[in-house]
């Protein structure tokens, strides 16, 4: 992938990695029951995407270990993480 301008150049299992990551904290937000508006269904449908998506993200991390990335450079993908706008998505996920 190419990186957007001003972020960090990662490898395709750090950008794999943060999608994951993401879709994870989107499912979550889903389903805090102190921000929630949806119904218990919903909630339960999206606690089941949450399994299979944290499979994913946990293959993702496998694939990192595989290539041989054994080290999380934090600083640079928090940088990605807030283009991706993952810091709007974790407010919804802490509790009131």
């Given amino acids: 992938m190419t990186p957007r301008p001003g972020e960090p150049a990662l490898t395709q299992a750090e950008y794999d990695l943060l999608d994951r990551y993401v879709a994870v904290l989107r499912l979550i937000g889903r389903l805090n029951p102190g921000r929630t508006r949806s ?3 919903a909630c339960m449908n999206a606690a089941a995407l949450l399994a299979i998506e944290s499979a994913h993200l946990r293959d993702a991390f496998a694939l990192m270990l595989e290539r041989g990335e054994e080290e999380i450079h934090a ?11 993952a810091e709007r998505i974790a407010e919804r996920v802490s509790p009131l």
Avoid at 75 to 85: I, K, N, P, S
């Fill in 39 to 41: 119904s218990t269904r």
């Fill in 75 to 85: 600083d640079t993908l928090a940088r990605v993480l807030r283009g991706m706008e």
